[in-house]
T-cell receptor, first 116, second 117 residues
């Protein structure tokens, strides 16, 4: 079974609108971390936001927020007030356990295009 | 910026030749990782290291070997490159953002684009 599932291969959003990128995960661990990364056309992987499994509040980082629904095992990324520079691939990832070195599992990504 | 560099950044090689990719980090991180990125697959773990001379296999380790003789360097070797190993290779380190909360993130190098003809 896939550890991380991203069901939206491509998404379009109008500039200044909000967009939600979906991510579901599969784990039996009680302790885990959820992450989102952005990969622009230049190719680098940029860390965006982190949510711990024990965090009671949804994580926020500027215009990014993570809609964490533990019972549904979903960790959707919400980008508010989209900008042209948000056009990129977005990857959801999970780390099981609390160990620094634990393996990360990545989804297949969602390509976001922001339309002017 | 986690001080990660990869070399070379681009390489074209022929089938059957050996290839070594280098990952170098400057912040003394214990854990290092090699991933490959292919369309439709996201990032998949090849090998990882949890210290000098301590390495383990990831999801797609066949055809790859690694070595870590110094903390700062993690080498990925394709003993005999095949066309299926054409990919973008990323090195990553694991760094604590908030040790008390158990928040450990991975930071990535710039990637190496490898083409096997």
């Amino acid at each position: 079974a896939q550890k991380i599932t991203q069901t939206q291969p491509g998404m379009f959003v109008q500039e200044k609108e909000a967009v939600t990128l979906d991510c579901t995960y599969d784990t039996s661990d009680q302790s885990y971390g959820l992450f989102w990364y952005k990969q622009p056309s230049s190719g680098e992987m940029i860390f965006l936001i982190y949510q711990g499994s024990y965090d009671e509040q949804n994580a926020t980082e500027g215009r990014y927020s993570l809609n964490f629904q533990k019972a549904r095992k979903s960790a959707n990324l919400v980008i508010s007030a989209s900008q042209l520079g948000d056009s990129a691939m977005y990857f959801c990832a999970m780390r099981e356990g609390r160990n620094t070195g634990n393996q990360f599992y990545f989804g297949t990504g969602t390509s976001l295009t922001v339309i002017p | 910026d986690a001080g990660i560099t990869q070399s070379p950044r681009h390489k074209v090689t022929e089938t059957g030749t050996p290839v070594t990719l280098r990952c170098h980090q400057t912040e003394n991180h214990r854990y290092m990782y090699w991933y490959r990125q292919d369309p439709g697959h996201g990032l998949r773990l090849i090998h990882y290291s949890y210290g000098v001379k301590d390495t383990d296999k990831g999801e797609v380790s066949d055809g790859y070997s690694v070595s870590r003789s110094k903390t700062e360097d993690f080498l990925l070797t394709l003993e005999s490159a095949t066309s299926s190993q054409t990919s973008v290779y990323f090195c990553a380190i694991s760094r604590s953002r908030d040790r008390a909360a158990g928040s450990y993130e991975q930071y990535f190098g710039p990637g190496t684009r490898l083409t096997v003809t």
